[in-house]
């Protein structure tokens, strides 16, 4: 069946333009996760989502960042006035319900010039 | 806090070769252990995980055992193949078996010489 997909692939941003990544889970799992992984790093936690209720955001690196999943599938992470430093790969996971496995999507790199 | 330490890279190695990938963490808890691969190209797929001490997760020839003594969780392989080049992560859920979010490691890149 399908994968979790991520779109875009690649995005480039002048610094201080608004972005928005956008994550299709695979249908049916309840828990989707975004991760930010800079160049040469480990992915670190962003924000957690159950349905549509985000319960963890302790991740998110400041007010800049915003995420939600209005109807419990579809997620979009923004990120406003965009800096060099948000430079990265946004990834997105899902999780079934019962199961804590979380299936990655390839992605999107975000490059703020 | 939480935290996972492994090995640092590049690894090279010639095809059959033994490997070993260090990984070591702190966890105020009883966490899940896990590793990931991040194939070239491709997003991370979960290689084998283990949720409690003394179990050894295993899949496609590699194996890791979860040794709460040392607090490690050591990747394994006793040949390795070309297409085992990628980056791997170790990882940890501080909650257990309970769904939650990942603490990774920095990751180990492999390559695999013919």
């Known amino acids: 069946g399908a994968g979790v997909s991520q779109s875009p692939r690649y995005k480039v941003a002048k610094r201080g333009q608004d972005v928005a990544l956008r994550c299709d889970p695979i249908?049916?799992?309840?828990?989707l996760f975004w991760y930010q992984q800079a160049l040469g790093q480990g992915p670190e936690f962003l924000t957690y989502?159950?349905?549509?209720?985000?319960?963890?955001k302790s991740g998110l690196p400041s007010d800049r960042f915003f995420a939600e999943r209005p109807e419990g599938s579809v997620s979009t992470l923004k990120i406003q006035r965009t800096q060099q430093e948000d430079s990265a790969v946004y990834l997105c996971?899902?999780?079934?319900?019962?199961?804590?496995?979380?299936?990655f999507g390839p992605g999107t790199r975000l490059t703020v010039t | 806090g939480n935290s996972v330490t492994q090995m640092e890279g590049p690894v090279t190695l010639s095809e059959e070769a033994f490997l070993t990938i260090n990984c070591t963490y702190t966890?105020?808890?009883?966490?899940?252990l896990f590793w990931y691969v991040q194939y070239p190209g491709e997003g991370l797929q979960l290689l084998l995980k283990a949720t409690k001490a003394d179990d050894k997760g295993s899949n496609k020839g590699f194996e890791a055992t979860y040794r709460k003594e040392t607090t490690s969780f050591h990747l394994e392989k006793g040949s390795v193949q070309v297409s085992d080049s990628a980056v791997y992560f170790c990882?940890?859920?501080?909650?257990?078996?309970?769904?939650?979010?990942?603490?990774f490691g920095k990751g180990t890149k492999l390559s695999v010489k013919p």
């Open positions: 249908s049916g799992h309840v828990s």
């Open positions: 966890a105020t808890g009883y966490p899940s």
């Open positions: 990882a940890l859920t501080p909650f257990g078996g309970s769904q939650g979010n990942l603490i």
């Open positions: 996971a899902s999780t079934p319900p019962g199961n804590y496995e979380q299936y």
């Open positions: 989502f159950q349905n549509e209720a985000q319960l963890d």
